[in-house]
């Protein structure tokens, strides 16, 4: 079964989500470097979480690339928490209104891409299995 061009689409969109995760770790490090860290236990936590969900994104953006179930799923369920995200950054005492619209505009475009590939998956399994 090959890939839909929404699929690809999506892809490219949750690679580079997972690209600037690696890049905010990467801040991260220089941070702790510099001793801009009220503590060093809860930037390692928030180090290692932040790696871990680099490498999820990266891996599912490769599955759906690829045109796996499982990519699709995690990336949807990636798009809600960093719409979450998007929400926390845009409301509260700290609140940014334009870093949470640069968050939230990709991850709902995503989200809509990987929904279209799913459904475009489940049509091309069923035309398949109608064709056997």
Known sequence: MGTNTPARIAAVLVGLEGLALAALAVWQVVAMAQGDTGSIESAIALLVLTVVGAAALLAFAVAVWRARSWG?????????????????????????????????????????????????????????????
């Open 72 to 132: 699709r799923s995690g990336g949807i369920v990636a798009q809600v928490l960093i719409l979450a995200v998007a929400l926390g950054a845009a409301t509260g005492d700290y609140a940014h209104p334009l870093i949470a619209l640069a968050i939230a505009v990709p991850a709902i475009v995503a989200l809509v891409l990987l929904i279209l590939a799913a459904r475009a998956a489940g049509r091309a399994k069923t035309e398949a299995s109608d064709a056997s």
